[in-house]
């Protein structure tokens, strides 16, 4: 850890390197969402997510779940893409499942969950998304910024 709460660079790439197996909490299934977007570039670097959402059956071609605990095989990482009071709850459930790592999102911050995952032995990152942290670690990026192929400033033809 670089600061008090603030991981260093070796922790990510650490993290990023052994959490292959990742449930993304209230994924979303509108690919204009950023939790999908997210989950979509983990995916297409090999990593496998696992939906949580109750309110779908399958997100990015993968079965979802409706809580963390109906997952039938084991999770490296849980990430949360829920507001900061909704966070403690999933991070006692991280911790019931054996998940290495709790990465809330960015914009989310709950002290108290990160506490709960860090007496617990698993890491815990804030306020980071885990998608701009790959790409900045990993080679991601593009000069023009995030590399998707999905924006561009050519004009569409018809």
């Known amino acids: 850890m670089a600061a008090a709460g603030v991981p260093d660079d070796a922790l990510l790439r650490r993290i990023l390197r052994e959490c292959r197996t990742i449930a993304v909490v209230d994924l979303s299934a509108d690919w204009n969402r950023p939790s999908y977007f997210a989950a979509s ?36 990482m849980v990430d949360v893409f829920r507001k900061p009071a909704d966070v403690q709850p999933i991070a006692a459930s991280a911790v019931a499942i054996g998940a290495k790592c709790l990465w809330q999102q960015l914009g989310v911050v709950n002290e108290e969950a990160d506490a709960t995952a860090r007496a617990a032995g698993l890491d815990s990152v804030m306020d980071r998304c885990v998608k701009i942290e790959h790409a900045r670690l990993f080679g991601g990026l593009h000069w023009a910024g995030v590399n998707t192929g999905i924006v561009s400033a050519r004009r569409r033809t018809a």
């Not at 939906?51 to 963390?68: K, S, T």
């Open 41 to 76: 570039y983990l995916q297409g670097k090999g990593y496998r997510i696992v939906p949580v959402n109750p309110r779908a059956e399958a997100i990015l071609g993968e079965r979802c779940y409706a809580r963390l605990e109906d997952i039938p095989f084991g999770i490296d």
